[in-house]
């Protein structure tokens, strides 16, 4: 059942961190699977999906990413510090759906293009990694802001510190 929990449970920031770094993965090495996509448009190679590091890795941020899902309909997630603004409040819920909308996104339509040899799905992948990477800027932005300058303890859950 939902409510709303003094912190995040320990599997949801092993989850967050988790995700955070097979993210930062997929960026740093997305070079093999940009190689390969742009050989098997020019007909360089059989326009076949094959297995690659980044389609794994792909799949089980996918898993645990819905896994996180469940977990936040069913454990629930502290609320936002009372101290701020509507507004930013606001935002900081928005940029988290969204980041759950491109993370289930990405990988649906990174397969799209893999599995089915188009362009179309492979373009939106690439625009809507582009739009993640700003998310991510704002959100790490926004945690170290709280830290730092309004000195809430928002940071320090996400890291299971009191
Ligand atoms: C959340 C998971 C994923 C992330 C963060 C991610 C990220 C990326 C990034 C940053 C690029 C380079 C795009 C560019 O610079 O234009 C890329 C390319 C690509 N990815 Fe992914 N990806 C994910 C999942 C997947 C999955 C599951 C598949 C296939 C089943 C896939 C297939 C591709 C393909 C075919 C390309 C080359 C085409 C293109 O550049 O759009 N991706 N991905
Ligand atoms: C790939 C990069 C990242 C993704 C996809 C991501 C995603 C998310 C999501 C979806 C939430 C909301 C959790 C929920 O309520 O269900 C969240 C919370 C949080 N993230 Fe990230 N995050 C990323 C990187 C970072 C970084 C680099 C930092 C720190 C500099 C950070 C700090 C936090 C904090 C402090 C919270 C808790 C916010 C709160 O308690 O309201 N995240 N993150």
Known sequence: MKTTPENFSKTQIY???LVVALVTF????????????????????????SANPH???G??????????????????????PQSEKPLIGLIAKATHWLFYILLIGMPLSGAGAWVLGIEQPAFTHGLASKSLLALIAL???????????LKTNV????LGIK
Not at 34 to 40: C, L, M, N, T, V
Not at 59 to 80: C, E, K, M
Not at 139 to 149: G, R, S, T, V
């Open 15 to 17: 989850l967050h961190w």
């Open 26 to 49: 997929q960026f740093v090495l997305s070079k093999g699977i940009e190689a390969i996509w742009e050989k098997r448009m020019d007909g360089l190679v059989p326009n076949e999906p």
């Open 55 to 57: 389609v794994i890795i």
């Open 59 to 80: 799949a089980v941020i996918l898993t645990l990413v819905l896994w996180r899902l469940w977990l936040r309909f069913n454990h629930g997630v502290p609320a936002l």
């Open 139 to 149: 959100h790490a932005a926004a945690a170290l802001y709280h830290h730092f300058i």
């Open 155 to 158: 940071f320090r859950r996400m």
